[in-house]
């Protein structure tokens, strides 16, 4: 049973660039949430999306946006891209948006340059 | 604004003694407070709490959860090497996410 699968798992970009990373949810989840763990600190919260809409979100820019496929894998976008962005990106699946069985993919390492 | 501490932010113990890890939160309308481990990348998921006085237990670790003082602590006995890693606590509230303390580091020496 696979669990969540996040993709890339490392990505450099440059100032000002775009970027786009994949999330696949464990088998049997419909919820995704996405979070960006700065180094030394604690995962924050983007966003979650379920029935494939953001229905919340953290204290993040409108350069972040996300979107939720009907096979419940979701992307998560950022433009713009500033120094300030490079962090781990963890993404996170659960059932019906609760919390048991919440389950976290091994996240992709962001670099802006 | 929902707020997490944790305490202490990094700990240097020896292989055999005990630790205890505290979380201290402020969440709107909190309904369950969860504990995870960090190695490397992807946190595990080691207890949930919902109810206080009630104690968990898995092997060598437990936690406990005070709702009328807000806090959970996690405890460890018996450390070994391989517990070494950063213990992060997360409360919820009627929204699902998480947030997360900064955690604490924990190295466990020979």
């Known amino acids: 049973d696979a669990g969540v699968t996040q993709s890339p798992t490392h990505l450099i970009k440059t100032r000002g660039q775009q970027v786009t990373l994949r999330c696949s949810p464990k088998?049997?989840?419909?919820?995704v949430s996405w979070y960006q763990q700065a180094l030394g600190q604690g995962p924050q919260f983007i966003f979650q999306?379920?029935?494939?809409?953001e229905r919340q979100r953290g204290n993040f820019p409108d350069r972040f946006s996300g979107h939720q496929f009907p096979n419940y894998s979701s992307e998560l976008n950022v433009n713009a891209l500033l120094l300030g962005d490079s962090a781990l990106y963890l993404c996170?699946?659960?059932w019906g948006q609760g919390v048991v069985g919440y389950t976290f993919g091994s996240g992709t390492r962001l670099t802006v340059v | 604004e929902d707020k997490v501490v944790q305490s202490p932010l990094s700990l240097v113990v020896h292989e055999g003694d005990t630790v205890t890890l505290n979380c201290s939160y402020e969440?709107?309308?909190?309904?369950?407070l969860l504990w995870y481990k960090q190695e490397k990348k992807a946190p595990t998921f080691l207890f949930m709490l919902?109810?206080?006085?009630i104690e968990k237990k898995s092997g060598r670790l437990s936690s406990i959860l005070d709702k009328k003082e807000l806090f959970s602590i996690l405890n460890i006995t018996a450390t070994q090497t391989g517990d070494s890693a950063v213990y992060l606590c997360?409360?919820?509230?009627?929204?699902?996410?998480?947030?997360f303390g900064t955690g604490t580091r924990l190295q466990v020496t020979l």
């Open positions: 969440v709107t309308n909190f309904r369950s």
């Open positions: 996170a699946s659960s």
């Open positions: 997360a409360p919820t509230g009627t929204a699902s996410k998480l947030t």
């Open positions: 999306y379920y029935e494939e809409e």
């Open positions: 088998s049997g989840h419909d919820t």
């Open positions: 919902t109810s206080s006085g």
